[in-house]
């Protein structure tokens, strides 16, 4: 009997403290994490790395086959349009057109007899008609094969620079193989690939700029010189941007790493943007705490998403105003009407509250 007396003791004693220990409901204040509704004109700045290229770059090759027998620049030599780029070995090219140039002649000389017989009566329009076509496909085949001699010679066709030797003396290429590759010199843009999110908000870009980081304390103004419609391979859509204002092409040359800076904006718009956190379900609505400073107290209010940025940010077009303060941490532990603190802003200039 006295075991189980000292058993209820230690038990109505472990009650007592656990009560004494429990807070005082009344007096309990639920800390949150708030932040204010800011206005969409400026939504957010967005990075990209780029690299510069040419604005005009072409892959040079022959028109016909052959094996090449002098390539006459080096990587990074300046050439200018119209400068021969490389040789391929005529000797085929040249015995052909030898060969047709003697069947030329002969086909000449037999419709310009028949051609005369016909002007003297003394032959059929049939084989008048027969000489002057022949004669004329001839002088195609002709034309043709000079052309191809000709096309034995590679040209630049721009002012430029030489970027790589694909294929060296003695090696044989098809028509159309590139040989050569170069870009020109009139002008240098950036290159980027941007998301499918950003490329359905590509209206709302106002401005961009890119660094360097051979040059970090400079900030070199872009403009949006074309969008690929199709996105790649790896779903990313392809924007070439050229230089707003001046620079260097001393020390900005195409192959350059830069960093691309994309400020999204809307002007036109009256929505809101608050973290997406502070967004909760309630009824099948979406709705957020609103913070009333005076009275220290949260208000249940259902708002409108129009949509979720990837910055993690959310973008309401009804419910709130710029200025208004929400829940943004601990929704879900509190209760419209509620009192509640907010925790303070983390300070950058004065960590650990020590001034």
């Known amino acids: 009997m006295t075991r189980h007396k000292l058993i209820l003791t230690l038990s109505l004693l472990a009650m007592l403290v656990a009560c004494k ?14 932040a204010k509704a800011t206005d969409t004109s400026q939504v957010g700045m967005v990075s990209y790395p780029g690299k510069t290229r040419s604005k005009d770059d072409a892959n040079l090759s022959f028109r016909v086959s052959g ?16 400068q021969t780029i490389a040789l391929m070995d005529q000797r085929d090219y040249q015995v052909q057109l030898s060969a047709t140039q003697a069947e030329y002649e002969q086909v000449k000389a037999d419709a310009e007899r028949i051609m005369a017989m016909y002007a003297e009566g003394n032959t059929t ?18 034309s043709n094969h000079r052309n191809q001699l000709a096309d034995t010679r590679l040209y630049a066709p721009m002012d430029g620079y030489i970027q790589n030797i694909l294929h060296e003396a003695g090696e044989t290429v098809s028509a159309g193989m590139p040989v050569v590759s170069m870009f020109g010199s009139k002008g240098i843009e950036v290159e980027v690939n941007i998301s499918a999110f950003d490329y359905a908000n590509r209206d ?9 980081d051979l040059m970090p ?15 790649n391979a790896s779903q990313l859509y392809t924007v070439r941007l050229r230089f707003a204002g001046q620079y260097d092409t001393n020390r900005i040359t195409p192959g350059m790493s830069a960093m691309v800076y994309v400020n999204i904006t809307d002007d036109s718009s009256s929505n809101v ?5 502070a967004i909760f379900d309630h009824a099948g609505n979406q709705n957020v705490y609103v913070y ?17 940025h990837r910055n993690g940010n959310a973008e309401v077009s009804e419910g709130l ?19 509640v603190t907010p925790l303070p802003v983390s300070s950058t200039s004065n960590i650990g509250g020590l001034l």
């Open 321 to 339: 105003a710029e200025g208004d303060e929400v829940v943004t941490a601990g929704v879900h532990h509190i209760t419209d009407g509620q009192k």
């Open 273 to 277: 943007m608050i973290p997406a956190t």
């Open 21 to 34: 220990h429990e807070p005082n409901e009344t007096n309990y204040i639920q800390y949150v994490k708030t």
């Open 125 to 142: 329009a049939s084989n008048y008609d027969k000489a002057r076509y022949g004669l004329e496909q001839m002088t195609q085949k002709l």
């Open 67 to 82: 094996p090449i027998s002098r390539v006459l620049v080096k990587e990074g030599d300046h050439v200018s349009k119209g």
């Open 292 to 308: 009333d400073k005076k009275s220290g107290t949260v208000k249940s209010r259902s708002v409108k998403v129009k949509r979720l």
């Open 217 to 231: 304390d400079e900030e070199f103004p872009l403009q949006v010189a074309s969008i690929s419609p199709e996105a």
């Open 204 to 212: 709302r870009i106002k401005n961009v700029y890119c660094k360097f």
